[in-house]
């Protein structure tokens, strides 16, 4: 099992740019999250998926934020335009339905807006 | 909603010592608790969890932590640590939220060994 894959490890971009953050779950979850992690705010919830589905978004800071879950293989967490107080580590992570199911957690994005 | 606290932000202790990490959470039902460790440049690993049954549970690496329900705690214990413990930790509880589970970490704990 490859565990939870995050694309890229680092992302060093300018303000008013796209930035594009993906994720491969573990095959056979059916949840999805992400995660953006900060020294201010430490671990903050931004989206949920379950089944392909955003179940709560309402952790996602401003309509520059969007994430996406096409098929149950692949997500996108994509922020535009990006601006310097976006930088932060972001984490994708994966679970099987149900409580009390861990989190798998990818080893995250570094990303840098300058 | 439910929230979780980590009083302490960095905690040093000498490699061999004993350790215990505090966890407060807040809510209205039977919790379900997690700890978690992140290592430095890495995701979170899961170390243990508690959702029912005895109120000692054990993890990995040596870990052990205690759900006291009248003190809203789940502290998180090791007896004698060592210099690969250095890592920060998270306290974390889930609940329901509209229409699914949502886990809540706290601010987390930044262990330090020294040799």
């Known amino acids: 099992d490859a565990g939870v894959i995050q694309s890229p490890r680092h992302e060093v971009t300018e303000m008013g740019q796209e930035v594009t953050l993906r994720c491969k779950p573990i095959?056979?979850?059916?949840?999805l999250f992400w995660y953006r992690q900060t020294m201010m705010r430490g671990l903050e919830l931004l989206i949920y998926?379950?089944?392909?589905?955003?179940?709560?978004d309402s952790g996602m800071p401003e309509d520059r934020f969007s994430a996406k879950m096409p098929n149950a293989s692949f997500s996108t967490l994509k922020i535009q335009p990006s601006e310097p107080r976006d930088s932060a580590v972001y984490f994708c992570?994966?679970?099987?339905?149900?409580?009390?199911?861990?989190?798998?957690f990818g080893n995250g994005t570094r990303l840098t807006v300058t | 909603a439910q929230s979780v606290t980590q009083p302490d932000i960095h905690i040093t202790v000498s490699e061999g010592a004993s350790l215990e990490l505090r966890c407060n959470y807040s809510y209205g039902a039977t919790p379900y608790l997690f700890w978690y460790v992140q290592s430095p440049g890495q995701g979170l690993q899961l170390l243990l969890k508690?959702?029912?049954?005895?109120?000692l549970v054990q993890g990995i690496k040596g870990f052990e932590a205690e759900f006291k329900r009248s003190q809203s705690s789940f502290n998180l214990r090791k007896p004698s640590v060592h210099w690969s413990d250095a890592a920060e930790y998270f306290c974390?509880?889930?609940?329901?939220?509209?229409?699914?589970?949502?886990?809540?970490f706290g601010t987390g704990t930044q262990l330090k060994v020294e040799l």
């Open positions: 974390a509880v889930e609940g329901l939220t509209g229409g699914g589970n949502k886990l809540t």
């Open positions: 992570a994966s679970s099987s339905s149900g409580f009390n199911s861990p989190l798998h």
């Open positions: 998926f379950n089944n392909n589905v955003p179940i709560d």
């Open positions: 508690y959702f029912s049954g005895d109120t």
């Open positions: 095959s056979g979850h059916n949840s």
